[in-house]
């Protein structure tokens, strides 16, 4: 047992569950720090204080702490909002009139759920990767060599040197799906120094000329990112893909954010990474398709492929990155990439194109 550990055994010093000793009228006998976090507030605050006077209490668990009796069976709640986040919470009577509160902070279920997502999604976009390509494949190699004796026959025939060239450019761009082909569910990355604020810009410029000033766009920016080492054709599509889907969404505003976060859960690295937020009051995604919305072939619309999530996801996994989707509390999506950082030019920061934080 720790020296400054006046109760408990020291192993509940080092859980990542929190556990709440509560006296017959509801005040803080002792907590871990597991806890601390959970309620928002330190142990020598905390103890000999009213939990309820210490945090907002979800009202099921204010009323099984009013209700509970001093001995019998454990209450179990489900995803009760606390300080610290979303817990499923037991409550325990203890034989010397003492309640106990176990909280399991539901955030690593489901970092471990996204995670085993993106599992099954890495085997998904392989199979369908080889199933597509021995389907294309098939004809595209009867095209092409159809292509090949036309362009030599047609070589030689004076009167008709357009449909020789025609044949040839059949002939290159068989080879071009081909290689596509190659490379679906595989992206080839070439990594460099790249400054983000200025990739952003561009991709925007994209998105105006497509959709014109239907849509505003706000800045959150953090100043001070350094530059990212990564594949910069990569990182454009998987910003013009978000914001893309944000725009065909049909909202009026989007949100840009950004910032650097220390060791996320989510790429299992004590590397700092770049997060990006792009938050949109669009139409949101459909209840039915969420757990499923980074599969390949999934789509809310009529006319989508179901690949453009898909791809962006791998593209940011490619990087040992990830993108995650969250609805909004009012309508509307939010996706969050995230992209270790590595080092980069010395003494080089990006600048934001628009300042720190604006709107347009």
């Not at 998904?124 to 389907?135: A, D």
């Not at 953090?222 to 910069?232: F, G, I, N």
Request: proline fraction near 6%; glycine fraction near 10%; hydrophobic fraction near 40%.
């Amino acid at each position: 047992m720790k020296p400054d550990a006046p109760q408990g055994p020291a192993a509940l010093e080092w859980l990542d569950t929190a556990v709440i000793r509560l006296d017959a009228s509801g005040r803080v006998l002792d907590l871990n720090p597991a806890a601390e976090q959970c309620i928002g507030s330190g142990r020598e605050r905390a103890r000999g204080r009213s939990l309820a006077a210490l945090t907002e209490l979800p009202p099921e668990l204010k009323s099984v702490l009013d209700s509970m009796p001093g001995r019998g069976r454990g209450r179990h709640l489900q995803e009760l909002q606390m300080r610290g986040g979303s817990y499923d919470c037991t409550v325990q009577a203890v034989d010397d009139g003492s309640l106990l509160l176990e909280l399991h902070n539901l955030q690593w279920e489901r970092h471990r759920s996204k995670l085993q997502q993106r599992e099954l999604q890495a085997g998904l976009m392989e199979l369908l990767s080889r199933n597509l390509g021995h389907e294309i494949r098939n004809p595209l190699g009867g095209i092409r060599g159809a292509a090949q004796m036309l362009a030599t026959e047609l070589e030689n025939e004076q009167e008709l040197p357009e449909l020789a060239t025609l044949a040839r450019m059949i002939m290159r761009e068989s080879d071009r799906i081909e290689e596509l082909i190659a490379r679906f569910g595989r992206p080839s990355l070439e990594p460099t120094d790249v400054d983000f604020y200025p990739l952003l810009a561009e991709v925007i410029e994209l998105l105006r000329a497509e959709f014109g000033d239907a849509v505003g766009i706000e800045r959150d920016f953090d100043p001070s990112l350094p530059p990212l080492y990564c594949d910069a054709a990569a990182l454009r599509q998987i910003l013009h893909n978000l914001l893309r889907n944000a725009c065909q969404a049909q909202a009026g505003c989007i949100v840009l954010r950004t910032r650097i976060v220390h060791a996320p859960a989510l790429l299992q690295t004590s590397q700092a990474a770049l997060c990006v937020e792009i938050e949109d009051d669009g139409a949101g995604v459909p209840e039915a398709l969420r757990p499923l919305l980074f599969l390949p072939m999934v789509t809310g619309r009529r006319d989508g492929t179901g690949l453009g999530l898909a791809l962006a996801q791998q593209m940011a996994a490619a990087h040992g990155g990830f993108l995650s989707y969250e609805p909004r509390d009012s309508a509307g999506s939010r996706f969050t990439l995230l992209l270790p950082l590595r080092v980069g030019r010395p003494g080089h920061h990006h600048q934001p194109a628009e300042g720190g934080a604006s709107g347009d």
